[in-house]
């Protein structure tokens, strides 16, 4: 069954601080994987994209990482700032005829002062 | 460019109401997504349009829900009779891709519709 799963489920760090957020999935065959950052009451927004031949990819102070063998990705953010708090949700997608793309149920960020 | 623009922001109904949520895609974009967002949950899709034209409706509560696209650019999401695990956020995306997967046009959400069902 193809799923993502995201961890922590909430996290709460000291702004300047760096956090990890980890993502692991099982969907096959794999095509690409896409992390999305999604403010309060905001739609999700694209961060990174990467394909099982792109290890890292990174967009300002957020770095993605990506181990296609072990199925696992991770997402770095360094020296957290206020407005990095929101919801980062990692998304899978296969390739196959069929158009899905799987969902994690997000890691909610809080940065605190 | 403009984003996707979602209408209403909230909506609280009684159950056994109806109620439409309406969308407006980035000009130009041919594929639209209506998701159903509950919370602490990650969207799960609903309906997925090319055009005017159903490309997904396989989770779609067909007994309740519906939608269309009807001259293929803004679309409506239709809900008769609203339960209570209803309550939820409404999301709608768009891409210039077909493919949901596509590596350079991500799906661009709009800010969604939180609908409460007393």
């Known amino acids: 069954k193809n799923q993502v799963e995201q961890s922590p489920q909430s996290l709460i760090i000291l702004e300047g601080k760096n956090c990890t957020l980890q993502?692991?999935?099982?969907?096959?065959?794999?095509?690409?994987l896409r992390w999305y950052k999604q403010d309060t009451g905001r739609g999700p927004v694209s961060l990174t994209i990467?394909?099982?031949?792109?290890n890292t990819k990174s967009n300002g102070r957020y770095t993605a990482t990506l181990d296609a063998d072990t199925k696992q990705s991770s997402l770095h953010i360094t020296a957290s700032q206020l407005s990095d708090s929101a919801s980062y949700i990692c998304?899978?997608?296969?390739?196959?005829?069929?158009?899905?793309?799987?969902f994690g149920t997000g890691t909610r960020l809080t940065v605190i002062p | 460019e403009a984003g996707v623009a979602q209408s209403p922001r909230y909506k609280i109904i009684e159950k056994r109401q109806s109620v439409a949520f309406w969308c407006n895609p980035i000009?130009?974009?041919?594929?639209l997504y209506w998701y159903q967002q509950i919370l602490g949950q990650g969207p799960k899709l609903l309906i997925q349009?090319?055009?005017?034209?159903?490309?997904?409706d396989s989770q779609l509560p067909k007994d309740r829900f519906s939608a269309e696209r009807l001259k293929g650019v803004d679309s409506t999401l239709k809900i008769q009779p609203a339960k209570l695990e209803d309550s939820a956020v409404y999301l709608c995306?768009?891409?210039?891709?077909?493919?949901?997967?596509?590596?350079?046009?991500?799906?661009?959400f709009g800010n969604g519709t939180r609908l409460t069902v007393t």
């Open positions: 349009f090319q055009n005017n034209g159903v490309v997904d």
């Open positions: 998304v899978v997608s296969e390739q196959t005829g069929a158009n899905n793309l799987f």
């Open positions: 000009s130009g974009h041919a594929t």
């Open positions: 993502c692991n999935y099982t969907v096959s065959p794999f095509s690409n």
């Open positions: 995306a768009s891409s210039a891709s077909r493919a949901a997967r596509s590596y350079n046009s991500p799906l661009h």
């Open positions: 990467m394909t099982f031949s792109e």
